[in-house]
Structures are given as C-alpha cells and as structure tokens.
C-alpha cells in the first residue's frame, strides 16, 4: 500500500514524475494519482515553495 505524503518525508518533484504514473494507471487509478498530484501540491505550499517555483517544475496552474 502506498504511503500518504503527510506520513512521508516531503520530496520535491517534477510533472515528469505524475505523468509518468498516469500513464502507468489504469482506470480509478488515474483519479488517485491526480488526487496525489493535488495532495503534493498542497504539501509543497506548506513546505515554502511558491507557485513560480512549481511552474519552473513543470505544473500549469489556470489564473482567472
């Protein structure tokens, strides 16, 4: 089973990485690893990165 991201050390990553395992998921999985995605997100606000530094990683955030 996976760990949760607020039970694990914080580690910085890239889009690469949740694309790669969107691929690799089938079905509900898909939901899960974009449910993570925005999980990680969240942590990285907490952990002191901004949204500059995020969009430099790769994540596209919509602005209104």
Known sequence: MQTSLE???FQQRTIEY???KSQE???K???LV???MSKYITAAREHGLSFDE???AGFRFATV
Do not use: D, M, S
């Open 18 to 20: 949740f694309t790669k």
């Open 54 to 56: 995020l969009r430099e």
């Open 29 to 31: 999985e898909k939901l």
């Open 25 to 27: 998921a089938k079905g």
């Open 34 to 36: 974009a449910l993570e």
């Open 7 to 9: 039970k694990a050390p």
